[in-house]
């Protein structure tokens, strides 16, 4: 899907590591919340709430997931999954646009 129809925009961003991620919530009609977001070249550690589906829309990222031993690599196209209560830790060499849906229950 290229584009969301009919959704809210929340116009505050959500800016972590002084500014080398931000990203846009958007929330649909039937409670669905995705963000939409930019991270700058670097290393990152996230923590989930919710269990999350991270696909990334440019460029590429190295991702490990918290238990396991090494990296995956995944680029344009391609997406992870994050369980809930849990962490990632993600390495972007290069900048990197992204869409993460929460899942709820």
């Known amino acids: 899907m290229d ?3 009919q959704v809210t925009v929340v116009k505050k961003a959500n800016v972590y590591f002084d500014g080398k991620v931000t990203s846009r ?3 649909f009609g039937n409670g669905v919340k995705k963000t939409l977001g930019i991270m700058l070249a670097g290393e990152y550690t996230f923590s989930t709430g ?3 589906i991270m ?7 190295e991702v490990k997931l918290a238990g ?3 990296f995956k690599t995944y680029g344009a ?3 992870f999954t994050v369980p809930a209560q849990s962490s990632f830790d993600i390495r972007v060499p290069e900048i990197a646009d992204y869409c993460c849906s929460y899942i709820n229950g």
């Open 3 to 5: 584009e969301f129809q």
């Open 25 to 27: 919530t958007v929330l």
């Open 50 to 52: 919710s269990a999350e």
């Open 55 to 61: 696909e990334i829309l440019a460029g590429s990222a």
């Open 68 to 70: 396991e031993a090494s």
């Open 77 to 79: 196209g391609e997406s």
